[in-house]
C-alpha cells in the first residue's frame, strides 16, 4: 500500500509558511536509474532551490493580480519562455506551496493580458520593464507549449469548474500552436508565429530546443488531434539525421532542405553560434531525456544516452567539467561552467543503466548549487530537471 511522503523542510520565518510535499512521489516510470539520495533529501534540496528561485525572479511589476518571471538575462526582462517555465513550475510545486495555486494564476493572468498581435490563443514573446509587448508582439513557439502543459496540470489539479477554464485554454492554446507554428510542410516546429513566408530561409529553419516528444504524445490525447503523433515522427526523424554520430549533439538551429535537414551555418537568429551546441539545444538532453523516462520511447530513450554517455566519457564522469559551448563534433568552445548545460545532463542520465556514479554526482551538483542573482535561464532549467529528479514532476 502506498504511504503518502510528507517531508518538513527547513526553519522559516514567522511570516513564511513552512513547505512540505504532501502524497507519495511518482519516479520516472521508465528510468533506468534514479538519484541514490533519500527521497527526503531530494524534496528538502528541491523545495530550498525553489523558495530561492521564487524569491529572485517571480515579480509583481506589472498590474495587480498579475505575476511575472523576471528573465533578467533574456533579450527583454519578461518573456513567454519564462511564463510558461513558471506556469508548470507553478502546478507541479501546489503539492508543497500552498501560494502555488494564487502564483499560477497571477501569471495566467500575465499571459493573458499580452496575446500574440497574430494569434490571440498565443502570447507575445517579449515585453520590456514596462510590461509593454517588443519586436512586433509575436510569439515564440516553446512559451507557448509549456504555458500549454501547464494548463493541462492545472485543470488536472484543480478542475476547470470554477472561475477560470483551464482546460478550455489549454485546447485552445494547442490548436493555435499546432496550426501557426508548426511546419506544414515539414511538420517540425516553426520559430513562432511571426511572418516568416517573407524570408523562406528562415520558414525552413527550426529550434532543436523547441522538439518536444512528451509534450506532442500529450497534445494528442488532450485533443484527440492524431496530427500530432506526425508531428511528434517528424521530430524524431530529424533528431536521428541531425545528431552528430559520434557525441550526440544538435545545434541550437537546423534547417530543412531539398536534401533532408542540415545545422545552419554562422549567425541565423541570435549568434554565431547558431549552427553549434549552444544556449539553446543545452535544453535536448532535458527535452528528449524526459519523454524517454516518462514514456519510454525508444527513439528518445538511444538519443539522449548517447548524449549521456559522450559526456559522461568526455568529462570523466565529473559534472563540473561540463562546459558551456561545443561544435557538435565536440570540440568545446566555452570552459565556464553553466548549470543551463549541466543540469539537463541528470535527465538524459536516468536513461543509462552504467551511469549511477555519474547521475549521483551531477545529482550532488543540483543539491549543492545556490540561485545565482541573474541567472534565471540557468536557474529555472535547473528547478524543472530537479522536478524530475525528485520524483515531483506531475503529468497528465
Keep these: 500500500m502506498a504511504v503518502a511522503l510528507l517531508v518538513t523542510v527547513g526553519a522559516c520565518s514567522s511570516d513564511e509558511p ?44 506589472c498590474g495587480d493580480g498579475a505575476y511575472q518571471i523576471y528573465s533578467p538575462d533574456a533579450a527583454y526582462p519578461f518573456v513567454s519562455e519564462a511564463q510558461g517555465y513558471g506556469l508548470t513550475i507553478a502546478a507541479m510545486m501546489s503539492r508543497a506551496d500552498p501560494d502555488a495555486r494564487d502564483l499560477f494564476d497571477g501569471l495566467l493572468t500575465y499571459v493573458l493580458d499580452h496575446p500574440s498581435t497574430r494569434t490571440p490563443d498565443l502570447m507575445a514573446a517579449e515585453q520590456d520593464g514596462d510590461c509593454v509587448d517588443k519586436a512586433g508582439g509575436d510569439s515564440a513557439t516553446d512559451g507557448d507549449m509549456d504555458i500549454a502543459y501547464g494548463l493541462l496540470l492545472a485543470d488536472r489539479l484543480w478542475g476547470s469548474d470554477g472561475d477560470v477554464d483551464y482546460r478550455d485554454l489549454a485546447v485552445k492554446r ?4 499546432k496550426a501557426r507554428t508548426v511546419n506544414p510542410s515539414t511538420d517540425l516546429m516553426l520559430l513562432g508565429d511571426w511572418d516568416t513566408t517573407v524570408d523562406a530561409q528562415l520558414y ?54 531539398g536534401d533532408g535537414i542540415e545545422p545552419v551555418r554562422g549567425k541565423v537568429l541570435e549568434t554565431a553560434n547558431d549552427g553549434d551546441y549552444s544556449f539553446n539545444a543545452c535544453r535536448v538532453p532535458w527535452r528528449l ?20 554517455a559522450w559526456f559522461r566519457s568526455t568529462t570523466g564522469g ?7 559551448g561545443y561544435r557538435l563534433d565536440g570540440t568545446r568552445e566555452d570552459a565556464d561552467a553553466s548549470n543551463a548545460f549541466w543540469a539537463p545532463l541528470a535527465v538524459s542520465a536516468m536513461t543509462d543503466p552504467d551511469g549511477q556514479r555519474w547521475l549521483d554526482a551531477l545529482w550532488t551538483k543540483l543539491a549543492a548549487n545556490d540561485v545565482e542573482r541573474g541567472n534565471y535561464y540557468g536557474d529555472t532549467i535547473q528547478l524543472q530537471v530537479m522536478l524530475l529528479l525528485a520524483g515531483r514532476y506531475l503529468t497528465v
Excluded: N
Design 18 to 61: 513552512e513547505l512540505s510535499f504532501s502524497g507519495t512521489p511518482a519516479a520516472p516510470p521508465h528510468a533506468a536509474i534514479r538519484p541514490s539520495a533519500p527521497q527526503d533529501d531530494r524534496d528538502r534540496a528541491l523545495i530550498d532551490f525553489y523558495r530561492a528561485w521564487k524569491d529572485e525572479y517571480v515579480h509583481e511589476d
Design 204 to 257: 525552413a529553419t527550426t529550434r532543436t530546443s523547441d522538439w518536444m516528444p512528451y509534450y506532442f504524445r500529450v497534445f494528442r490525447d488532450a485533443t484527440g488531434d492524431d496530427a500530432w503523433s506526425t508531428v511528434a515522427d517528424a521530430h524524431q526523424r530529424a533528431v536521428a539525421d541531425l545528431r552528430d554520430p559520434g557525441t550526440g549533439l544538435l545545434p541550437d538551429f537546423a534547417r530543412t532542405t
Design 318 to 324: 565529473d559534472p563540473g567539467r561540463v562546459g558551456s
Design 174 to 177: 494547442i490548436r493555435a500552436v
Design 289 to 308: 531525456g524526459t519523454d524517454a523516462v516518462l514514456t519510454g520511447d525508444p527513439s528518445s530513450t538511444s538519443a539522449a544516452r548517447t548524449i549521456d
